[in-house]
């Protein structure tokens, strides 16, 4: 028999993790995917600044605290994808994973983003050999080392005041002539001295023999030697499950309506996935409280 949900949550970062949660503290029987680690991309962060709940500042916890009392709450976990949404008979979705298809009445996508990575030459053959998106991941790995960081936002200054703890150094290159980030972040980063900002620069190439040794820079073509390459440059919305015919952003990510509302009844978009998002967990948080609601209504 196919199981049937009041609602199906597809993704269990910090949005979809609050999601669930808010629907069940209403009464709503949920199902919540996650095919990759519950927690989504918090779980990378030892230290949040600031964080979202007031129980934790450590991103780890932050993700199994709330997928552990979500399950005590009644919400049923599942560990696999979704790999097709379709339209149910009558009204309703089914989602359609490995282990066989399911129905709900409603449907939020909270699938978020996948790292974005340097369009240039070096890059597709060296990730995962010196290219990262996580200091706390591989910092321990360049202790040190020399490191470059390439981004202007909060995330770029939060992990070079990471890496700047454990590296021998740590150059920010962004395009911008000025960070984009808070203030107070970008201060953290820029009060080590083993840390250079590089601004109006731009990386064109990485170079390297099977590990990243280098990466060169526009204008006069440095080559600035390095050992690690973190890329801070956002991220490409999650969107593949959904319809074409959903319209989608300059960035790819989903056009919403009110509430995250996606035109197709009983299908709904929070966090990064949507075209638009530029807040932080606090902002997810909030459009999940907002998005189920709306469906409640």
Not at 26 to 50: H, I, N, W
Not at 130 to 138: R, T
Not at 241 to 265: D, I, Q
Request: overall charge negative; charged content about 15%.
């Amino acid at each position: 028999m196919i199981q049937h949900f009041d609602l199906a949550v597809i993704g269990q970062g910090y949005a979809g993790l609050c999601a669930a949660r808010e629907a069940r503290a209403r009464g709503l029987s949920v199902a919540a995917f996650e095919g990759v680690m519950v927690g989504g991309a918090v779980m990378t962060v030892l230290a949040l600044d600031p964080s979202p709940e007031s129980f934790t500042t450590s991103g780890p916890d932050l993700g199994a605290i709330i997928g552990m009392e979500n399950i005590d709450a009644g919400v049923v976990p599942l560990l696999e994808p979704v790999t097709a949404l379709t339209p149910a008979p009558g009204s309703g979705w089914t989602l359609h994973c490995p282990q066989g298809v399911l129905t709900a009445r409603q449907v939020i996508v909270a699938t978020g983003t996948r790292p974005r990575l340097l369009g240039v030459p070096g890059v597709a053959r060296l990730v995962g050999k010196g290219i990262s998106h996580c200091a706390d991941c591989d910092g321990p790995d360049l202790i040190g080392k020399d490191c470059v960081v390439v981004g202007g936002g909060d995330a770029a200054f939060q992990e070079a005041a990471i890496l700047a703890r454990i590296a021998r150094s740590v150059t920010i290159v962004m395009r911008g002539a000025a960070p984009r980030a808070r203030a107070d972040l970008v201060g953290q980063a820029l009060a080590f001295a083993n840390v250079v900002l590089l601004s109006g620069r731009q990386v064109r190439a990485v170079m390297g023999d099977g590990r990243v040794s280098a990466v060169r820079l526009d204008g006069d073509g440095t080559d600035l030697a390095c050992d690690g390459l973190f890329l801070f440059i956002g991220g490409e919305p999650e969107t593949g499950l959904l319809p074409e015919a959903l319209p989608r952003g300059e960035n790819g990510g989903l056009v919403t309506g009110p509430h995250g509302a996606l035109g197709l009844p009983g299908l709904w978009a929070i966090g990064s996935v949507r075209a638009g998002f530029a807040g932080g967990l606090a902002e997810a948080g909030e459009e999940a409280l907002a998005a189920v609601a709306a469906l409640c209504r």
